[in-house]
């Protein structure tokens, strides 16, 4: 499973690195929205952790993006706001899986991030094919 981390705070993006690793992903991490979009116009992957309010660009721009590129890959948005709270944020994102706070235990944000990663359609379809 590969994720795109997109997070402004370089230090908790390194943590949730590091925990999504014990759990045998494979992480690219960025900051900006422009690095995110050049990652996700030149690599697939399966879930990615979009930090929602973003130093440099847009966090609904890179998941649009996203959603015509790679249509079949999730994304859990992390927030520390209380925009989107009201969980508007799956009218206006189709890709969008979860909405979680910045603060989440990392341990608990990577079990969330494991599940939509395995859950993305293309894996399931991948990891029990039919018999012939």
């Not at 116009?41 to 998941?63: K, R, T």
């Not at 859990?76 to 910045?102: E, M, P, Y």
Request: with cysteine; proline share 5%.
């Amino acid at each position: 499973m590969k994720a795109l981390i997109v997070q402004r705070n370089e230090e908790l993006g390194r943590i949730w690195q590091r925990h999504l690793e014990r759990l045998d992903v494979a992480v690219c991490r960025v900051c900006t929205a422009r690095d995110a979009l050049g990652f996700v116009q030149s690599q697939a992957f399966d879930v990615i952790v979009l930090d929602l309010v973003l130093a440099e660009g847009s966090a609904l721009a890179v998941s649009d993006l996203l959603r015509f590129r790679q249509p079949d890959a999730n994304v859990v948005f992390v927030t520390d706001t209380t925009f989107f709270s009201d969980g508007s944020i799956f009218q206006h994102v189709a890709n969008a899986r979860a909405l979680v706070k910045t603060a989440t235990p990392p341990e608990d944000l990577a079990a969330i991030v494991h599940h939509y990663g395995i859950s993305r359609p293309a894996r399931v379809a991948h990891r029990n094919p039919a018999p012939g």
